[in-house]
Every structure is written in C-alpha cells, then in structure tokens.
C-alpha cells in the first residue's frame, strides 16, 4: 500500500530564515506531487504541483519554492520566510491521471 | 471557471442527529466528485467520490449522491457521533484536468454529546 510522508510535524522559524519542508512518498512510482497550504481556518491553496522528476508548475507567486529531485520527493524551501508564510503545509500525491489525492500529516509551520 | 460552492460552517449539531453539509458545484461536463474529511491537526483523507451522474458515493456511514440536474453532491449521514466533529471539504476534478482538483472553502462540524 502506498503511505506518504511530511517532516518536520511543527516548525517555529524567525522572519528572515530560510525554510526546507520534504514530502515522500512510498508504494507507487510516478506519482503527482502537490504542496498546499491552508491558512488558520481556512481552505486549500495549491501551491505547486509536479508531474516528473524536475517538472515544477507553480499556481500562487510567492516567496516559495518547491523542488522534486527523486521521483518520489517533493520538497517546498524558501530563502527567507514572511510573517505571512504560516499555515498548515499539505503534501498530496495521486495517480498519473490525477483522480484523487492522498494527502500527508501536514507541517504545522509558525514564523515570528 | 469551474468552482464549488459548500455551505458555511459551523455546523452544530447533537449526537445522533441527522447531517447534511451541502454542496454544488460549476463546471463543463461531468466532472468527478469528492468529498474529503480533515479531523483536528491532520491532513486530509478523501472520504467518498462519485465519478457519474447519479453515482452515489459512500464510506463510514455518510453518503453523496451525484446529481447533474442540481449540480449538487450534498453530503448526508443518518445519525451523527462526536468522533465526526471535522472539517469537511466538497472538491470536484474537471473532466479536461489531469492533475488539479477545485476545492470547497470546507465546512467545520461540531457534535456536542
């Protein structure tokens, strides 16, 4: 069966520092990987999203980026982080047609 | 564009009592439909989907059934526990999309004992 995995479970970062969150996932190959984000009591934005290795497509501008270098890593980084960065980060993975997701625990990431 | 539409939260309701969390939805064709369950703290796990008009999907005692000429996928249980307090989202994937799911703002429900 096929399990996805997201760390760290809770980060506090200073504004300014620089952010590396990794999503894998096991039991399937070639997956679609996805970052969201969900704001305090909010709704899901997509952030990216990746179809390859070193495929990257990016929905929202933003501080943020995301990088895929194994077939099933996912990681979303950023140089310096925003007060506006915090949220609760989603990893979701699906089939190459897309069907449904799968998403991960989530990283619960607070800047100060 | 397509869009999904969910009614807002929260939703308060007693033990055993009957839900219904509604949602429609906009898009061309026959889109394929989800709903999802976040509990407190955790990710998203998809709870049902139908893929065609009048498809109904069910999991865990709730229910949704895929009606084309209301545009609708309202989700339904019978008799409500605590264990269900969540957020729940209505999420469709457009029939031309291979990789996006559009999602419902999600609605929060709360069952008090």
């Known amino acids: 069966s096929q399990t996805i995995h997201q760390w760290p479970a809770t980060l506090v970062q200073p504004v300014g520092s620089p952010l590396s969150l990794e999503c894998t996932v096991e039991g399937t190959s070639n997956p679609n990987l996805y970052w969201y984000r969900q704001a305090a009591g909010r709704g899901l934005q997509l952030l990216f999203y990746?179809?390859?290795?070193?495929?990257i497509s990016s929905e929202v501008p933003q501080n943020l980026s995301a990088s895929r270098p194994q077939d099933r890593q996912f990681i979303l980084s950023s140089k310096k982080l925003l007060l506006s960065d915090s949220g609760f980060y989603l990893c979701?993975?699906?089939?190459?047609?897309?069907?449904?997701?799968?998403f991960g625990p989530g990283t619960r990431l607070t800047v100060t | 564009g397509d869009s999904v539409t969910q009614m807002e939260g929260p939703v308060t309701l007693s033990e055993e009592a009957f839900l219904t969390i509604n949602c429609t939805y906009t898009?061309?064709?026959?889109?394929?439909l989800f709903w999802y369950v976040q509990y407190p703290g955790e990710g998203l796990q998809l709870l049902l989907k139908?893929?065609?008009a009048d498809d109904k999907g069910s999991n865990k005692g709730f229910e949704a059934t895929y009606r084309k000429e209301t545009t609708s996928f309202h989700l339904e249980k019978g008799s409500v526990q605590v264990s269900d307090s969540a957020v729940y989202f209505c999420a469709l994937r457009a029939p031309d999309s291979n990789y996006q799911l559009i999602w419902g703002a999600g609605t929060k429900l709360i069952i008090k004992p």
């Open positions: 990746s179809v390859g290795i070193g495929q």
């Open positions: 139908a893929t065609k």
């Open positions: 898009a061309t064709g026959y889109p394929s």
């Open positions: 979701a993975w699906s089939g190459t047609s897309g069907y449904e997701q799968y």
